[in-house]
């Protein structure tokens, strides 16, 4: 009997159309060849999700079935991509600490429906919910707070900066005062409160989803009185 741990699928090509083969440029200029690519699929959840089963056959790609992918994550012979639907538990955690590059369902569904490459991102990517926002936060003193705020959104695709500046699109505030509050509303810039970030990644498994959908809004900040810019 095969062992369920670690089981291999290559799709057959006649029904893939979706190519995420990438090239890579070398410091002299030229051009390397890609390195071969893969899906891992971690843990029963993902393995018996029929809509991320289907999405899978849309690429080119060999997927490999593992509990965890602990061991396939410290070889370096392939451009591995680990697709796993938790990003909290003991797994999650032991991929992020050996480098891997972990993406959540939703990432590949949404890839696999556009026909587009599977998003690439130096941290581990759940879904594409804040993708392009630029995420500053204010008044908040509890550093555990903070960080898992700033997880939050890195997990669905923003960025963050410390500093206030015109490119931010969004301020995160936890009081209405402060410098970068005020400048905030000089600008125009929407702020918003924490519960805005916990309410769309609630919704991190709603496909195409996007943080700044009129019903995922309504979470500004009691006392902005700035246009919401969505």
């Known amino acids: 009997m095969a062992d369920r741990s670690s089981m291999l699928h290559v799709p057959d090509s006649s029904t893939c159309s979706v190519s995420v083969i990438e090239t890579f440029a070398d410091q002299t200029g030229g051009v390397k060849a890609p390195m071969e690519?893969?899906?891992?699929?971690?843990?029963?959840?993902?393995?018996?999700?029929?809509?991320?089963?289907?999405?899978?056959?849309?690429?080119?790609l060999p997927v490999v079935y593992e509990d965890t992918g602990v061991e396939i994550a410290e070889q370096s012979e392939h451009d591995t991509v680990f697709v796993l639907d938790d990003f909290l538990?003991?797994?999650?955690?032991?991929?992020?600490?050996?480098?891997?590059?972990?993406?959540?369902?939703?990432?590949?569904?949404?890839?696999a429906g556009k026909e587009e490459p599977i998003q690439h991102s130096t941290r581990p990517l759940y879904c594409t919910a804040m993708n392009q926002l630029i995420i500053c936060f204010t008044g908040f003193k509890q550093k555990a707070q903070l960080s898992k705020l700033a997880d939050l959104v890195h997990h669905m695709g923003g960025s963050i900066r410390k500093d206030f500046s015109t490119r931010v699109t969004h301020l995160i505030a936890n009081s209405s005062g402060g410098e970068k509050y005020r400048t905030a509303v000089s600008?125009?810039?929407?702020?918003?409160?924490?519960?805005?970030?916990?309410?769309?990644?609630?919704?991190?498994?709603?496909?195409?989803?996007?943080?700044?959908?009129?019903?995922m809004v309504r979470n500004r900040h009691a006392d902005n009185d700035c246009k919401m810019g969505v």
């Open 37 to 60: 690519k893969r899906l891992v699929i971690v843990g029963e959840d993902c393995r018996r999700n029929t809509k991320l089963q289907s999405a899978l056959k849309m690429f080119q």
């Open 89 to 111: 538990g003991g797994t999650y955690y032991r991929l992020r600490q050996r480098g891997a590059r972990i993406v959540g369902p939703p990432v590949i569904l949404q890839a």
């Open 187 to 215: 600008l125009g810039t929407p702020i918003m409160t924490a519960k805005w970030v916990y309410e769309v990644w609630d919704k991190r498994d709603t496909v195409g989803l996007s943080a700044v959908d009129e019903t």
